[in-house]
């Protein structure tokens, strides 16, 4: 919840956003970081590509870092 804080991105309760977070991490596991990013962008209207990003990415580091050393998690050479 601070990390979304400090990049400015806003959540109705932080009970929704700590569980769309988990939810980020399942999707992550399932489908990779950037499909996951692309349903985020595409389900909360308000979010930028660049928002959608940044809450996987900080979704990921809170509740599954394991899935950020993963080589499907990689685009671009940068781990998202």
Known sequence: ILTLDSYGITYTSPEYAI????????????YGVMP???AVY????????????????ASIGAYCP????????QSGGRTV
């Open 19 to 30: 569980a769309q977070g988990r939810s980020a991490c399942t999707s992550t596991a399932t």
């Open 36 to 38: 996951t990013v692309q």
């Open 42 to 57: 595409l389900r909360v209207p308000s979010f930028s590509q660049m928002d959608a990003a940044y809450f996987v990415g």
């Open 66 to 73: 394991w899935l950020s050393n993963t080589p499907q998690q």
